[in-house]
């Protein structure tokens, strides 16, 4: 069956920083994505298939000590963010079962078979959201089954970016945990900063310190056309050491610099790549979905002690279901589900969970009343889940009903993104949300870590 999403939500996905590549043209009129004001400093030499995603203006000093002395440096807490693509139905995840203006609204679209959500008796967890009911159960879910902002942006593009940025303003330059990284990062650690997408997801973006794309820890790799095995491991080698040259001249300062930084990397993520190098202590979904996969490379570095402090990914699927809701909302929210329940049980098995927290998001959730393709359009507030043991496991904001939708027939928000932020940056990273968060002062903080 083929995928139906509309043409913005394609083109917010394309106008993003990518890695090993200039960041694109932005269209007259749309406001401009985190990073994209940016400078990246990185390296490509395509004749050897060297490269190295790197992002941020400062020096380029990056796995120097960072990486090599990742074992003495403190755990700190680690922050995840999970984006679920294309505005989620929130009236789908936790639905309320029994009410009539559900059913009028979602006449072919209500979903039925979920088990109640033990806070909320109006509401139920989507059939294929079990996993995340289980882990609810235990005390690990923070729900917030209404999240958005004032006057809500029904654009995925402008809506994205504000989530990204961390404020209502489409002249943000920089990822709101980019902005954390930017006050306590080090030149150092690129790592500190990760994005298991293959390219940079500008809620990472920074304007000092370096942050690291990669598609996965087991992926990543250095190819050499038509060298292979040991003789590429000796050459990989002796590029290593042109790291150790030492020159007043900046470009080739610049060059020795990345070299060196490409293999520390090399070497440091050696443990992760090939087949089976990844063993997870839990089963992870098995398919084609890169997600679970990347999680349980995550899983496995921060096990290994890596320098990590921010994540961001991408969710399984696509949530703009403007046709066939039924057919594509399902598949993406049982991998999605899947794979953040074993992660979360891998990070308890290897003894590291009180360390990770858990942000998934999408940019809006979706009309009330579905359409005549048989799926839903952009709304406004959407469902937010923080899981891990160290959440509070609480309903942050009440579900408002479907009496009471907006002008436009969407539910109204009962918690702001940015106060959810701010109590994140506060409650988990010790860290005050006024420096990252534009008016931060105006928002009350919800608890969501105990």
């Known amino acids: 069956m083929s995928r139906f999403t509309c043409d913005e939500c394609s083109r917010a996905d394309l106008l993003r920083a990518a890695a090993g590549r200039g960041l694109p043209a932005i269209e007259p009129g749309m406001p401009t994505p985190a990073g994209t004001g940016l400078t990246r400093r990185g390296f490509v030499a395509r004749s050897l298939g060297l490269a190295l995603a790197v992002y941020g203006s400062g020096r380029l000093n990056v796995f120097e000590e960072g990486i090599a002395n990742a074992a003495s440096l403190p755990q700190e807490p680690i922050l995840v963010t999970v984006f679920l693509q294309g505005g989620a139905d929130s009236l789908s995840l936790l639905y309320p079962q029994g009410d009539p203006l559900y059913t009028k609204y979602r006449q072919r679209l209500a979903v039925s078979g979920g088990t109640a959500f033990a806070e909320d008796p109006r509401l139920f967890w989507h059939p294929a959201l079990a996993p995340l ?8 879910v923070s729900v917030l089954p209404a999240v958005g902002y004032d006057h809500p942006d029904q654009s995925h593009f402008t809506s994205r970016h504000f989530w990204e940025v961390g404020a209502t303003d489409p002249r943000l330059l920089s990822g709101w945990m980019g902005r954390y990284l930017d006050a306590v990062g080090t030149a150092d650690n690129p790592l500190q900063g990760l994005s298991l997408a293959g390219s940079l997801q500008p809620t990472l973006a920074t304007t000092r310190v370096p942050v690291a794309a990669i598609s996965a820890p087991d992926q990543y790799d250095f190819w050499t056309q038509n060298v292979w095995g040991e003789p590429q491991d000796r050459m990989l080698d002796a590029l290593g050491s042109l790291g150790a040259i030492r020159t007043t001249d900046r470009a080739m300062r610049d060059a020795a610099n990345v070299a ?145 939708l907006d002008p436009d027939g969407n539910l109204r928000a009962t918690s702001d993104f940015r106060a959810v932020y701010a109590a994140l940056l506060e409650q988990w990273l010790s860290f005050d949300a006024a420096l990252v968060i534009p008016g931060a002062s105006k928002f009350t903080r919800p608890q969501l870590v105990k």
């Open 133 to 140: 009911a289980k882990l609810s159960d235990e005390g690990k």
């Open 260 to 404: 060196r930084q490409s293999d520390r990397l090399r070497r440091q993520l050696a443990p992760f790549s090939g087949k089976g190098a990844v063993a997870p202590p839990v089963a992870y979904p098995q398919g084609s979905d890169g997600f679970p996969k990347q999680l349980a490379g995550l899983a496995a570095m921060i096990g290994a002690g890596l320098p990590l402090r921010c994540v961001s990914l991408e969710a399984a699927g696509q949530f703009d279901t403007h046709a066939d809701q039924l057919a594509e909302l399902t598949p993406a929210l049982t991998t999605t589900a899947a794979s953040l329940f074993a992660f979360q049980r891998d990070l308890e098995a290897r003894g590291v969970a009180d360390r990770v927290l858990t942000l998934v998001w999408s940019e809006f959730g979706r009309r009330a009343q579905e359409n005549g393709s048989g799926g839903t359009d952009h709304g406004a507030a959407g469902t937010a889940f923080v899981l891990g043991t160290r959440a509070a496991g609480k309903l942050v904001g009440e579900f408002p009903g479907l009496n009471a």
